[in-house]
C-alpha cells in the first residue's frame, strides 16, 4: 500500500511512519488545521490587549475610581479578563493581566494595579 503526503499527496518515500513529503507540507498542513484556533486566539488576544490598555490609561497612579461609561466609551469589554483575585474579605477583583478593577455603586468601578513583584 503507498502511502501519501497529508498535505499534497504526493507519493511518500522513506521511513514507514512518515505523513509529509517536506517541512513545507507539514506546515501548510499543520498551519490549515490550527487556523480556527489560530484566529480564535488571535481574537481574544486582541480584546484582552484593548481591555489592559485602557485600564492602564486610566489608571496612572496604581488606584482611581472610574465610571463604567467611561469604559464603555473607549471600548472596554467587560467578557473578557485573564483572571479573579479574591481578598480574605471575599472582595472580588476582576483582572486583565496586572490590572483589576472592582465594580461598586453607581456604576463605579475601582482600578488598581498589581504589586509587580
Known amino acids: 500500500m503507498q502511502r501519501t503526503c497529508l498535505d499534497c499527496g504526493e507519493i511518500l518515500i522513506g521511513r514507514a511512519d512518515k505523513k509529509f513529503c517536506g517541512d513545507q507540507c507539514r506546515n501548510n498542513y499543520n498551519n490549515r488545521i490550527n487556523s ?17 490598555k485602557i485600564l492602564s490609561s486610566l489608571n496612572p497612579s496604581d488606584k482611581t ?39 461598586l455603586d453607581n456604576d463605579f468601578y475601582m482600578l488598581v494595579v498589581r504589586d509587580k513583584k
Open 65 to 103: 475610581t472610574v465610571h463604567k461609561e467611561k469604559l464603555v466609551t473607549l471600548g472596554f469589554n467587560f467578557n473578557y479578563i485573564t483572571h479573579l483575585y479574591t481578598t480574605q474579605k471575599g472582595t472580588v477583583y476582576r483582572f486583565v493581566y496586572e490590572y483589576g478593577y472592582l465594580p
Open 36 to 52: 480556527d484556533n489560530s484566529e480564535t486566539f488571535r481574537n481574544i488576544n486582541a480584546v484582552l490587549r484593548k481591555n489592559r
